[in-house]
């Protein structure tokens, strides 16, 4: 194999057509953490929802979309909840791993996006990135499928969004296929040759975390932001008394922190919108540290302005009127685009994520403490094992008490060797290594790990 050229060229462009779909917000989050790479005035492509997408195309993509956001939320009711999302939750299920067998065949599955396609599903789509042939970086496998079934011309690159997938990732003959998979995760490397994929067609990069919050191929942003983080996440010196000689020698000298800073969480709710009353809990369960100014919270809505009023009205019944815009911040943008740049704005300033063990599991390596909330689907409780293996997250305890909980981890400096085993444990720079996976190219990276 040919070494890769290093590039030397500062202003060498780098294009492709990144495509995403907005269900739920894995695979568009994924997509925006390599839109430095979208063709100039293009941006990311939603291929469920673009400009002059047919009614027919339309009609099926939303179809599924809605079915599956209408089950995740009815997770949450009793009795019927776990059995209504079972029926699209077995659809997906990833087979345990051991043992290694050949888990190549077909599934339901994939038999049925196959004949979507064969159905006219995404043509459109692809006869109109094939007049311009860069590159094609999707974050959803049936686009891949349609970029190879309707003869793209260009390269056609998968990025895979979760710790470990499932057979509906792999194309329906795998052995045959040309596109080429870009992974998260060693498991989902070896998932994939389960799958019948060749190995000349996975590579391993890790997630692709968006370069503002990684520092781009510099790290010394996230360093600095993971050094405040530090300070906040152990009042007490505790994990400071073991660790202190490492952390001075990987990331500076401590500097004195205001006085007015506090730990602050930020809670996201997921694309569906299941977690609201799981959002309320927590509200509710901190809301002495947030009206006497001991913590900080976020609550990350998602693109649902409609929600705020909803959250504030409790908010003022609890008695936080005060510290709503301060001390408890809801943010919830029109847009989807403009909800995933404020988020990534009020991440960079936050010490902890809580969040359900989603495709955000991958944050843990910026340094960012993860409290995971009840995993929804299969793949989320793979992620959930990843964040505990690599050390970066920790399963919430009952959110109504996370008064005592949560603020006995911080003063413990529990949550700060959280932040401290995720930074060094997962991978961080996965755009760049995209990057120079799909342009050929040696990109001047921090040599960060890539694990399991």
């Not at 004949?115 to 686009?143: E, H, M, Q």
């Not at 349609?146 to 329906?172: L, N, Q």
């Not at 919108?273 to 809505?301: F, P, V, W």
Request: glycine residues 8%; contains cysteine.
């Amino acid at each position: 194999m040919a070494p890769k050229k290093k590039n030397t060229n500062k202003h060498l462009k780098h294009e492709a057509h990144i495509i995403a779909v907005d269900m739920g917000y894995g695979h568009e989050r994924a997509a925006y953490g390599l839109k430095h790479l979208a063709v100039e005035g293009e941006g990311i492509i939603i291929a469920n929802n673009y400009s002059g997408i047919p009614r027919k195309d339309s009609f099926m993509w939303n179809g599924s979309r809605k079915i599956y956001e209408t089950l995740s939320r009815a997770k949450s009711i009793p009795l019927v909840g776990n059995t209504l999302f079972g029926f699209i939750d077995k659809m997906q299920t990833i087979p345990p791993f051991y043992p290694a067998r050949d888990l190549s065949a077909p599934t339901g599955q994939t038999k049925q996006n196959y004949a979507s396609i064969r159905a006219g599903l995404g043509r459109d789509l692809i006869n109109r990135l094939r007049k311009n042939p860069v590159p094609i970086i999707t974050t959803f496998f049936l686009t891949a499928f349609m970029a190879e079934e309707y003869d793209y011309p260009g390269d056609i690159y998968c990025v895979t969004t979760d710790t470990d997938i499932s057979r509906a990732w792999a194309p329906f003959d795998p052995r045959k296929s040309r596109i080429k998979y870009v992974a998260a995760t060693g498991r989902c490397v070896e998932r994939l040759k389960l799958y019948g994929v060749k190995d000349k067609n996975i590579i391993h990069t890790g997630f692709p975390l968006p370069p503002e919050l990684v520092g781009g191929t510099d790290p010394t942003a996230v360093k600095k932001a993971l050094r405040r983080r530090l300070q906040v996440l152990d009042p007490k010196g505790i994990f400071r008394r073991r660790y202190g000689a490492a952390i001075d020698r990987y990331l500076g000298p401590a500097k004195a922190l205001p006085k007015d800073e506090v730990p602050t969480i930020m809670f996201s709710i997921g694309g569906a919108g299941a977690q609201r009353k799981l959002a309320l809990d927590i509200m509710y369960s901190l809301r002495h540290e947030i009206a006497t100014g001991r913590l900080r919270l976020i609550l990350a809505l998602g693109a649902r302005p409609q929600m705020i009023s909803w959250f504030e009205r409790y908010a003022k019944y609890w008695h936080l009127k005060e510290a709503i815009g301060h001390t408890l911040i809801f943010f919830a943008p029109k847009s989807r685009k403009v909800y995933f740049e404020k988020f990534n704005t009020m991440l960079f300033k936050s010490d902890i994520l809580w969040t359900k063990p989603s495709e955000l599991s991958f944050y843990a390596g910026l340094g960012i403490p993860i409290v995971a909330a009840p995993p929804i689907g299969s793949q989320e409780n793979y992620n959930l094992e990843w964040m505990q293996q690599v050390g970066g997250g920790i399963p919430q305890r009952n959110p109504l008490y996370a008064g005592e909980w949560l603020v006995d981890w911080i003063e413990s400096g529990a949550l700060a060797r959280l932040a401290w085993h995720g930074f060094w444990e997962a991978p961080t720079h996965g755009a760049y290594r995209i990057e120079g996976a799909v342009f050929d190219e040696e990109l001047p990276i921090e040599e960060l790990p890539l694990v399991v």
